[in-house]
């Protein structure tokens, strides 16, 4: 069984839905993105583990558990943390060269959420979609 079976990310979610739940301390804040380096400037680096997880989040299953982590996301109602939930639902969807998606991920956010700075960071990667 490898690291992206159901348990392994079940798991996950479960650890990310603990943390949308009892964090809120802003010094939290933690946009993320996966960008594989070249192993010939950083030779410590996992190349292969780095393209599988790359090709993993790109592929339909990958599509899925965003899909998945989207619909946990909208379980939790209202909670502080959403707004940054809903910032890496989009990296994700631009890593995955879904824009459109992403687009729409980062206008919801902006609007539902103006004064956050996880709506800064939305306004500023759309300004680049363009």
């Known amino acids: 069984m490898d690291m992206f079976s159901t348990p392994w990310w079940s798991a996950l979610l479960a650890i990310v839905l603990i943390d949308l739940v ?3 301390d802003p010094v ?19 190349k292969e583990a780095a393209e599988r997880f790359s ?3 790109t592929s339909p299953a990958g599509q899925e558990a ?22 890496a639902i989009a ?29 800064q960071a939305a306004k500023d990667r759309v300004s680049r979609l363009r």
């Open 28 to 46: 939290l804040f933690n946009p993320y993105g996966v960008i594989p380096v070249s192993p010939a400037r950083h030779p410590h680096v996992k």
């Open 22 to 24: 009892l964090a809120g």
């Open 66 to 87: 965003i899909a998945s982590f989207r619909a946990l996301v909208a379980l939790a109602g209202d909670h502080m943390r959403l707004p940054e939930a809903l910032l």
């Open 55 to 57: 090709q993993w989040l």
């Open 91 to 119: 990296n994700c969807q631009l890593e995955m060269k879904d824009s459109k998606a992403a687009r729409k991920t980062l206008d919801d956010l902006i609007a539902r959420y103006p004064g956050t700075e996880a709506a």
